[in-house]
């Protein structure tokens, strides 16, 4: 199988859109989520989606399939919430390396049918690793600003437990995203690091920011430019940006990492902002019509779908993808 980075160079890579958003039309109820499995757990569990792939992994595979038929060439894991520090709310600490080790065993079966199908286009499989419903850098507690919910320890222990789970799974890549603190992505990409030495492999890490409202600045108050000079220190295959904005807002920040960045650039935006009902309205024309600047301008090497997002939006997406070419990588550029 050729090497990604090689394809990278050669074409846009199209990542998948929203398993949330894909789960939710399945109108699921708590015995889904439960399965045999958890059948007496004490907790509700309904709304841990990630638990699905043990429960309903016939879902989430039809999932991968269906973003892999529409043109994506990277799946990610249904794992953004299968840390130890994200299971917690559910009780379900004990249940993190299944969760992350079934996801990837699932999408990596349906990247493989998908590869076997087109050779000349080979799947692969991102291991999601999203940022924890904790931060390291800022305080829950307006009237304590010192105190912190998470140490960046903690953080390290459960990510590298959650990426162990992902690298014996199967995944292809390691996928750091919708980083709103900056320190939690150090927390992961250390325990990513520390994992690779132990296994005495490595696979390319890609991490994506998320710029939460118009100041242009991560949840942690970073702008683009200083996230992505607080990570390049780390052997990156890309860095980019996701969620929270559309693709039209998202344009400006994209601009500065393909100014600055010395990775391959990234964007997986939301189509469109919610409306009051927190849905997203954006048609898979609108979202890939918005996109289509960053693929004139030449501003990004991967692209793809975060919330709102279906395999309509993806096919549309991939259309116009392969019309293009990627951004160039200048090793000089920072």
């Known amino acids: 199988m050729n090497k990604i980075d090689d394809i990278l160079k050669e074409r846009i890579l199209v990542l998948d859109g929203a398993m949330g958003t894909m789960i939710q039309r399945h109108k699921l109820e708590e015995e889904d989520f439960r399965g045999e499995r958890f059948k007496d757990h004490l907790h509700p569990l309904k709304g841990n989606n990630d638990l699905l792939s043990l429960t309903r992994p016939d879902i989430i595979k039809e999932i991968h399939l269906q973003y892999f038929e529409a043109g994506a060439d990277i799946a990610e894991t249904n794992t953004f919430s299968s ?12 249940a993190v390396y299944d969760l992350n080790f079934y996801s990837a065993k699932i999408a990596k079966e349906a990247a493989e049918e998908y590869t076997a199908k087109e050779p000349h286009k080979p799947r692969f499989v991102a291991g999601s690793l999203g940022p924890t419903n904790r931060t390291a850098s800022i305080s829950p507690d307006v009237n304590n600003p010192g105190f912190r ?12 437990e959650q990426a162990k789970a992902l690298m014996d799974g199967g995944v292809d890549l390691m996928l750091v995203e919708t980083v709103f603190d900056t320190l939690n992505a150090k927390a992961a990409l250390y325990a ?5 030495e132990e296994e005495g492999k ?18 942690s108050g970073q702008t683009t430019d200083a996230f992505l000079i607080s990570l390049e220190h780390f052997p990156l295959m890309s860095i980019g940006l996701n969620c929270a904005l559309g693709a039209k807002e998202l344009r400006p920040y994209l601009q500065v990492l393909d100014r600055e960045s010395p990775f391959f ?20 024309e609108d979202m890939a019509g918005q996109i289509e600047v960053f693929l004139k301008e030449g501003l990004i090497n991967i692209v793809g779908g975060c919330c709102g997002t279906t395999p309509e939006h993806i096919s549309a997406i991939a259309e116009l993808a392969a019309q293009y070419q990627p951004r160039k990588l200048e ?3 920072v």
Do not use: C
Not at 149 to 158: K, P, R, T
Not at 192 to 196: R, S
């Open 149 to 160: 919910a998470i140490e960046f320890d903690e953080l390290v222990e459960a990510y590298k």
């Open 265 to 284: 650039v990234s964007a997986h935006p939301n189509a469109g902002l919610p409306n009051e009902f927190g849905q997203y309205d954006q048609t898979p």
């Open 83 to 94: 840390t130890s520090i994200a299971q917690a709310d559910y009780h379900l600490q004990e």
């Open 192 to 196: 990513i690091d520390v994992l690779f």
């Open 331 to 333: 090793l000089t550029t």
């Open 202 to 219: 490595s696979l390319p890490v890609m991490v994506s920011g998320t710029i939460t409202d118009a100041s242009g600045r991560t949840l």
